[in-house]
């Protein structure tokens, strides 16, 4: 099946509790069980956030970044009051206008796929969603979603190249654009609140503000085009569960919690060690790397009863495919929004979804292969 997405951890997360990768001469330690993935979550003076930028994500930007990535490269508690800063404008998707809008652009983008005789989901499907939705997310002009949609599905790579310089320096390029922009011609923008925003008694330099922008373009990037995508090659593959939305329409928050448990976008997240510590007896040396591995946690069979099969009536579902504690992902009311708002239109709109063809993105994670989505998935919608 095309929407399967196995579990390489299994065994590893079994016998030791952790997997071991090399990255650019920088090796990981990946914490694979949902208990310690939690407890290392929490324990931010040991597994740090606040490395040098780019070193706590895996593969490694270290050498082709160096702004901080803001809050998610800050720890306590600094990160607290970024945070506090944050947290109201991206609780925006709560509201009934930022809905509205949203299920606008969703419901268009659904129109004219099913206009067409095929379809490539990724590129014409959840890269324009993706791209469309952060102009509501930055409350900047829908026509930005043109420039976005041209530089394809991932900020800092493309395919076949992990890490895409060139293309870094077309997002910084366009931030450093949009804050001067903003500084001279004030307006309700997100740049325009970070403009304005002291943290600490202190405006935000002009290097905060890009960081805050950086994280907010790639963070939701790939991770919210997979979920996208593999959504759709879910129920094309599985009409049933679509029939059961519509019929249930109050079942969607838990289905859309249980898709992304089950697809867990954002496969693992890094700390740095601070001091030598001790994870699953094993010795853990300071100044190396460890990930919490959100993916292998979402299929420990120790919290998730008959965890590899997506079960929409999942009663408890503590899955960490947002992460855990306090760096918990800033973006996810807006995904969630993205995600309940696609699922309900899509069981009112579709009755069909097939796949002609597809072409895996399988991600290398030393001695585990990871199966994230799709670079391609051609598909037929039908009314
Ligand atoms: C970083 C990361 C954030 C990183 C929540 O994840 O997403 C990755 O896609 C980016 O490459 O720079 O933003």
Redesign the pocket.
């Known amino acids: 099946m095309k929407s399967e997405f196995p579990d390489p951890f299994e065994e590893a997360r079994q016998d030791s509790g952790l997997g071991h990768m090399d990255d650019q001469n920088d090796p990981v330690a990946m914490i694979l069980r949902h208990k310690d993935v939690r407890k290392t979550a929490h324990n931010w003076k040991t597994y740090q956030s606040g490395a040098i930028p780019g070193r706590i994500?895996v593969p490694s930007?270290v050498n082709i970044r160096d702004i901080r990535?803001i809050p998610?490269e800050v720890d306590p508690p600094l990160h607290k009051d970024f945070r506090n800063l944050l947290e109201e404008w991206f609780k925006r998707p709560n509201k009934e206008v930022y809905q509205e809008k949203l299920t606008h652009q969703i419901s268009t983008l659904i129109d004219d796929v099913l206009k067409k005789d095929t379809t490539d989901v990724v590129t014409d499907f959840a890269l324009k969603l993706q791209s469309r939705a952060l102009t509501l997310l930055l409350n900047t002009p829908y026509i930005e979603s043109e420039t976005f949609i041209s530089w394809g599905t991932?900020?800092?790579r493309s395919e076949g190249d992990n890490l895409d310089a060139s293309k870094a320096n077309v997002l910084y390029d366009y931030l450093d654009k949009k804050i001067n922009e903003a500084r001279e011609n004030i307006g309700e923008d997100l740049y325009s609140v970070l403009l304005q925003a002291e943290v600490n008694g202190k405006k935000l330099t002009h290097d905060e503000i890009k960081g805050i922008m950086?994280?907010t373009f790639?963070?939701g990037?790939?991770?919210v085009i997979n979920a996208v995508t593999n959504t759709i090659a879910y129920f094309a593959e599985h009409p049933e569960s679509l029939l059961d939305i519509q019929k249930n329409p109050d079942k969607i928050n838990r289905a859309v919690e249980e898709l992304i448990r089950y697809f867990s976008p954002?496969t693992h997240?890094g700390r740095v060690v601070t001091e030598d510590a001790q994870i699953c007896e094993h010795a853990i040396k300071n100044d190396t790397r460890v990930s919490l591995c959100w993916a292998s946690a979402n299929r420990d069979e120790t919290v998730f009863e008959n965890p590899n099969e997506v079960n929409f009536d999942r009663k408890m579902n503590p899955h960490v495919a947002f992460g855990f504690s306090h760096h918990n992902?800033l973006g996810a009311t807006h995904a969630r929004q993205v995600m309940r708002i696609l699922l309900k239109l899509l069981a009112n709109k579709i009755t069909s979804i097939s796949i002609l063809k597809s072409r895996e993105n399988i991600e290398e994670l030393g001695e585990f292969r990871r199966k994230i989505g799709f670079h391609e998935l051609i598909a037929k919608f039908t009314n």
């Open positions: 994500v930007e990535q998610f991932h900020v800092f950086i994280l790639a963070g990037r790939d991770t954002l997240m992902c």
